[in-house]
């Protein structure tokens, strides 16, 4: 049960991850005038540098169960719950509780430390 929540855990990440970068780029990005062009092209990098980032912890919490060190699924789940946890914070806290992301990035830090 542990390694199924773990890798709900995971695959919850990337649809979330995934979710996160293609509303990034139809919806905040389209809208948005930021000048000058070189730094809008920073901003969209650093928006899915994290898009990415999210996806590379649901690929790790998706493996560690597969992973015969007992030392490497620890160090995975904490890293991911804090990484998940702040992100699910900082949106809560940005968006005053009124997207959903927060919910969705509580959940996986909830499915996570379930699955220790």
Same mark, same amino acid.
Request: glycine residues 8%.
């Given at each position: $049960?542990?390694?199924? &929540?773990?890798? @709900? +855990?995971?695959?919850?990440?990337? #649809? #979330?991850?995934?979710?996160?970068?293609?509303?990034?780029?139809?919806? #905040?990005?389209?809208? =948005?005038? %930021?000048?000058?062009?070189? &730094?809008?092209?920073?901003?969209?990098?650093? /928006?899915? !540098?994290?898009? #990415? +980032?999210? %996806?590379?912890?649901?690929?790790?919490?998706? !493996?560690?169960? /597969? $992973?015969?060190? !007992?030392? !490497?699924?620890?160090? %995975?789940?904490?890293? $991911?719950? @804090?990484?998940?946890?702040?992100?699910?914070?900082?949106?809560?806290?940005?968006?005053?509780?009124?997207?959903?992301? /927060?919910?969705?990035?509580?959940?996986?830090?909830? $499915?996570?430390? =379930?699955?220790y």
């Amino acid at each position: $049960m542990r390694d199924l &929540l773990l890798q @709900c +855990a995971g695959v919850l990440t990337i #649809v #979330v991850a995934l979710i996160h970068g293609i509303l990034g780029e139809t919806k #905040v990005f389209a809208r =948005a005038s %930021i000048d000058p062009e070189r &730094l809008r092209t920073l901003i969209r990098l650093v /928006w899915q !540098a994290s898009t #990415v +980032a999210w %996806i590379g912890g649901g690929v790790l919490l998706i !493996a560690a169960p /597969w $992973m015969d060190s !007992a030392p !490497a699924r620890h160090w %995975i789940v904490i890293t $991911m719950a @804090c990484v998940f946890g702040f992100s699910a914070f900082a949106n809560a806290w940005a968006t005053r509780g009124r997207h959903f992301g /927060w919910m969705a990035l509580s959940a996986v830090v909830a $499915m996570t430390v =379930a699955g220790y």
